[in-house]
C-alpha cells in the first residue's frame, strides 16, 4: 500500500496580523501560512485561523503560451522557462539554491512590464532551521514581498508528517490562486527544499515497513504534475513551479536512524530522478560556492546534459520573446562553435599531431569569447549594493537584451574578462544618462511584443548606445 496523496487538507496555520487587505474575497490570503504549532517567527506574532481547499482532479491545461521572466541574467537566458513549467534548482548545502529561489520571488514585484498583474507567489519552506528560515524570511519582508506572498512553514523540529504534508498546503493554495482569482492570473511556488519532504517520505514508509524511495518518486512527479497553463475558458493562469533539491542529505535528524547509508542513497536517487519530471534544471557548483563566486553556476562551456538543439527546442517552447529568442539561438551557435574548436585541437594533440598556431589562436579566442559572454550573464545586478546580503539580483528585460546585445556583436571580445563587471555597469549607466533617444530605446525594449522581432531601427539605437558605452568605459579605465 502506497503512501496517499490527499485531495482535501485541513490544516492549522497562523498568519500575520498585519494581513494586506483586497477588494477580492478570494484574495485575502497573501500572507504567512505556518502550518506548526508555535506562534512567533523571527520576532513576528501570528493570528491563528483556518482553511481548507479541495484541489480540482482534472486541470483543463492548455499549450504554454506565455515566458515567466525571473530577472536572473544566466536563467532567462539559458534556462528560460514559460508559465506553467517546472526548473529544479540541484546541489549541495550553502551553493545558494535558496537564495536564487527567493530572488525569483522578490523579482516579480521589480518587473515593470507586469504593472498591476504581479505574479502571485508560494514560498513552502519544508524542514528549514531556525536560522535559515529567519533569514529567508527577513529577506522577503525587506523587500516588501509579502503583499503577494504567502510563505508555508515547517521547521526541521516539525513532526515528519507536518513536513510530509507542507507542500501538499502550498499546492492546494497555490492552486486556489490560480483557480479563483481572476483572469490570467500567474501563481508561482517554490518548494525549499524537496529533498527534507523525501526524509520525512522515507521515514513514514519505514515506519510502515514500505520500501524506502518507493512513494518518493511517485508523490513528486504528482505534485509538480500539478504545474498548468489554464486554458481561456478556465481564466489563462498558470503554475510555476520551483523545487530545492540538495544533492546529499544534509538533515542532521537522519544521522541517528539505522538505515543513514540507505536513506542518503535514495536521497540521490530522488535528486537525480528529479530530472525526469521537471522541464529543465540548473546544477549549483559547491567548488564555485566556496570561491565565493556567485552565483555557483558553471560557465555556459561546461554545463548541460541536454544538447544544445534541445536548448534552443526548449527556448521556443518557453516562449522566449522572439527578439530574445533570435540571440540567444545565435549565443548556443556560438557555444557550440567554440566547442567544436576547442575539441578539435585536443583530438589532434592526443593523436600526436600538432595544430597549426593559427588554429590554436583561433580556438582559444573563441573560447576566451563565451568565458566573457559567461561572466556578463552570470554577473549579479543587485538592486542595493549597500546590502547585498538581504538584496535581490534583478535584470530589467531591456538590461539583458542590451547584454546580449553587446554579446552577440562582438562588443566584449575586446574587454577584459576581470573587468566585464565593470562594462556592464559602465554601459547600464549609460543608456540611463538621460538622453531621450536612450529612453525611448528602453521603453521600447520593454514594451516589445512577444512575436515581434527587433526592429531595424531599435537595432540601431542600441548599436549607438553600445559603442557610447564602450567609449565611455574606455574614457573611465584611462583616467583610473
Known sequence: MRLSIPNTIFYPTHTHTHTHTHNNNNNNIYTYVLPHISNTIDNYIYEKKHNIFIYNIVVARSQISKPFYTGIKFIDVLHPLGCGQRLAFRGSQGTGKSRNAIDVVINQSKDKRRAGNVVKCVYVAIGQSEQQLSRNIRRLYKNNCMEYTTVIVTRDTDSYGMQYLAPYSGCLLAENLMHNSGDNNDVLIVYDDMSNHAIA??????????????????????????????????????????????????????????????????????????????????????????????????????????????????????????SLRKMVNTLHLLIIDAREADENNKKMLSYGFNPEEESRDDALEKIHTMEKISAILHVPNYLDETDKELASNFTPFNRLMLNMYACIYGFVDHIELNLIYDFERALWETANNGNEEYEQMLNDLNTIKLDEELPNELGQTMHKCIEHGVVEYRKGADWC
Not at 563566486?293 to 555556459?300: E, G, K, N, R, T
Request: a negative charge; one cysteine or more; hydrophobic letters at 40%.
Open 201 to 322: 517520505v522515507n521515514t513514514i514508509s519505514n515506519m510502515v515497513n514500505q520500501p524506502l524511495g518507493a512513494n518518493t518518486q511517485w508523490m513528486h512527479s504528482h505534485l509538480l504534475e500539478r504545474s498548468a497553463q489554464l486554458s481561456e475558458e478556465k481564466g489563462n493562469g498558470s503554475l510555476t513551479a520551483i523545487p530545492v533539491m540538495d544533492t546529499t542529505s544534509t538533515n542532521s535528524a537522519v544521522q541517528n536512524i539505522v538505515y543513514d547509508n540507505e536513506a542518503d542513497l535514495s536521497l540521490r536517487r530522488v535528486a537525480q530522478g528529479i530530472i525526469s519530471i521537471v522541464d529543465d534544471y540548473i546544477d549549483f557548483d559547491d567548488k564555485l560556492a566556496l570561491k565565493q563566486d556567485w552565483p555557483a553556476v558553471p560557465s555556459i562551456l561546461n554545463t548541460s546534459d541536454v544538447g544544445e538543439n534541445a536548448k534552443i527546442k526548449l527556448a521556443q517552447i518557453a516562449c522566449q520573446p522572439l
